[in-house]
């Protein structure tokens, strides 16, 4: 996507060779053109597919995702991350690690939410895959398949892109990044 492409060039910042800073845009001040653009882009692009909504998990996910459900006109789960397992049958959960920011949480929601869907994950980043394999755990268990994973920002270079690939689980890209160079501030991109 051009105009992704385009804001990650002009105010992204490599933290790292594993990090990109985006909180000029995506994260922490929001452009809310640029949210809707991505969203409009997923709509676009999911529009021949079988589905009965979108999932995401809190909280960089849920801008776009929200102009995503708009432009589709389907409904869309924000999946919340809790630090405890709950005790009601209510919910479903499953446990999930980040290896971006080293801790452990449960994605958590109501089942009636879920139950029984067929469901798009968007999500902003892709870094190790975790958030993807673990919401298709969950839905799993609640006889719901995870159709397709929409990311704004895949980090091309970790283990989550060539993990989904590798699985063949069906994956959309916005922008892939092959590499980063924090010394000069250099995002390579894959196409
Ligand atoms: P994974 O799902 O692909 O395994 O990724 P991982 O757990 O390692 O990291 C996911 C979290 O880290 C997400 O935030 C994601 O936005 C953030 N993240 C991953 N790589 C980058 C990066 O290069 N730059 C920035 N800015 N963030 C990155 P989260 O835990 O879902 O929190 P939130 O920010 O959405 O609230």
């Known amino acids: 996507m051009k105009l992704l492409k385009e804001y990650i060039i002009e105010h992204g910042v490599v933290l790292s060779e594993h990090a ?66 709950l005790e009601s049958d209510k919910f479903i959960q499953q446990e999930c690690t980040s290896f971006t920011k080293q801790n452990s949480y449960f994605l958590t929601t109501q089942v009636k939410l879920v139950a029984n869907k067929r469901l798009i994950l968007l999500d902003d980043f892709l870094a190790e895959g975790n958030v993807v394999i673990s919401t298709e755990i969950l839905l799993n268990k609640v006889n719901s398949t995870l159709v397709s994973t929409g990311i704004a920002i895949s980090k091309d270079f970790q283990q989550g892109y060539q993990k989904l690939k590798s699985l063949n689980k069906s994956l959309y890209r916005l922008v892939g990044i092959k590499k980063l160079t924090p010394s000069t501030n250099k995002i390579d991109f894959s196409d």
Not at 27 to 54: C, H, R, S, T, W
Not at 63 to 83: E, Q, T, W
């Open 20 to 85: 990109l800073d985006v909180s000029l845009f995506l994260n922490e001040q929001v452009d809310v053109p640029l949210m809707q653009a991505i969203g409009k882009n997923f709509a676009e692009y999911y529009k021949e597919y079988d589905f009965d909504g979108f999932i995401t998990v809190e909280s960089s996910g849920i801008a776009p995702s929200v102009f995503a459900s708009l432009y589709a006109n389907k409904p869309l789960v924000v999946l919340k991350k809790r630090p405890v397992l």
